[in-house]
């Protein structure tokens, strides 16, 4: 980045987002309501140049590590915000709150909470924009609870109690609280009371109800109270819309200016969503489409090295899309015959790889669905920061690297986007 920030203006607001998907649906939200946004891959170095911004979104791939490894990261990443002038840092979370029983959730909240000083952090995953709302405590996803979602499936973390106030106390050093929907629609002053009425009762966290949009900017405002919240980008939503009427922010510059990026297009899904396997199939009737073998792919390098092949012979003709991904029964076989952990990383490893080799054969845009994958590719790749570009579906936008040989990307989670996700993605990366 050519221009640096100007070291007088503190950051407005600082982010952790637990996975580089949640980051990059966060960053568009804040761009578009107002705070000019960078998204960077991991803990910068002290000495990065930014240009002049509102926020700043560190993506993580901490989700699904283990519990110590991602309080670590997180406190890393809170204390480089700080560093940067941020008075108040949202822990990003996924919208169907992913977590287990050990974490890793409430012991980065615990650890962010308690380096901040703060007696209580406010958390919501709510984003009506997307489906999600927290009513009495509950997570519905449209209108189907949490536990009787497609989510309760989960390849890695099963979400199977929608209790949200249950999940949290279970992986929380301290009790959990809850901010009820009928003491949002009073406003922030009310919410800030019950805030401080839980913190007073040694509560160290509150769930908070949201249905609309509008209860969203109600808690974004009482939030900023506090120096450390927690939510999806919903709850950013709340928070920027909150700066920006307290006269934060400005128009977000175009951050696809520049030269248009060339060379070939490639998809690569790793995701086993059944949005992702709509858009897959969607998108077989437009594009060359392969499926990995999985049981070849951890059999050896052969599987990946016939894949790049097929992919080489083709990208001249216009884009590829490489799916591993397959249906829930499959995905558990594999699973149960192998372990969860090594197609986990068999998978990613093998689709990292092929972005990598895909690169070096002259693709410069690349869409990647799956939050797990996106991060394995783009740790793979070594991209450090991106710039926001237009929205391709609610939560996901065109990323242009920072820097460097200029690429364009669409990371996205596995349940975000339309059936024609990979044809839009495309249309817009030009």
Not at 159 to 183: C, E, F, H, K, W
Not at 327 to 356: F, I, S, T, W
Request: charged letters at 20%.
């Amino acid at each position: 980045m050519s221009a640096s920030q100007s070291p007088s203006r503190a950051l407005a607001l600082g982010c952790v987002a637990d996975d580089y998907t949640g980051a990059s649906d966060l960053a568009n939200t804040l761009t578009k309501a107002g705070l000019r946004t960078v998204q960077t891959i991991g803990v910068p170095a002290d000495d990065l140049v930014l240009p002049e911004v509102d926020a700043v979104v560190v993506a993580l791939k901490s989700r699904s590590v283990a519990p110590g490894e991602a309080v670590a990261r997180s406190r890393e990443a809170d204390a480089w915000l700080r560093r940067r002038g941020a008075n108040h840092v949202l822990f990003k979370v996924c919208s169907t709150f992913d977590s287990t029983d050990a974490g890793n959730i409430g012991p980065v909240l615990d650890a962010l909470r308690a380096d901040a000083a703060e007696p209580i952090a406010l958390v919501t995953p709510a984003f009506p924009e997307t489906g999600r709302s927290v009513c009495q405590g509950h997570l519905f996803v449209g209108a189907t609870l949490l536990a009787e979602s497609p989510l309760k499936d989960h390849p890695l973390n099963p979400m199977r109690d929608s209790n949200l106030v249950r999940v949290l106390a279970r992986q929380s050093a301290g009790t959990v609280g809850l901010v009820d929907i009928a003491t949002v629609a009073k406003g922030p002053e009310a919410v800030a009371a019950r805030l401080d009425a839980l913190a007073a009762d040694g509560h160290g966290a509150a769930i908070a109800d949201a249905i609309f949009e509008s209860d969203l900017e109600i808690l974004g405002r009482a939030a900023l109270g506090h120096r450390v919240s927690c939510g999806a980008s919903g709850l950013g939503l709340g928070l920027a819309r909150a700066l920006v009427a307290d006269g934060r922010g400005a128009p977000a510059a175009d951050a696809m200016a520049g030269e248009p990026v060339g060379g070939h297009a490639a998809c690569l899904a790793g995701s086993c969503s059944q949005a992702t396997l709509a858009q897959i199939e969607a998108a077989a009737a437009h594009m060359a489409v392969l499926h990995l073998d999985i049981e070849k792919l951890m059999a050896g390098p052969a599987e990946r090295e016939a894949t790049l092949a097929w992919a080489a012979s083709r990208l001249a003709d216009g884009p590829v899309l490489i799916a591993s991904s397959a249906a829930p029964d499959a995905v558990r076989a594999l699973q149960a015959k192998h372990g969860v952990a090594a197609v986990g990383h068999a998978v990613e490893a093998a689709l990292a790889q092929l972005a990598a080799d895909l690169f070096a054969r002259g693709v410069r845009r690349l869409v990647v669905a799956g939050g797990e994958t996106s991060g394995a590719v783009v740790d793979h790749l070594g991209l450090k920061a991106f710039l926001l570009g237009p929205e391709i579906a609610a939560g996901v936008p065109v990323l242009r690297t920072a820097g460097g040989d200029p690429m364009l990307l669409a990371l996205k989670s596995g349940n975000f986007g339309g059936r024609d996700f990979f044809l839009r993605a495309l249309d817009l990366m030009r």
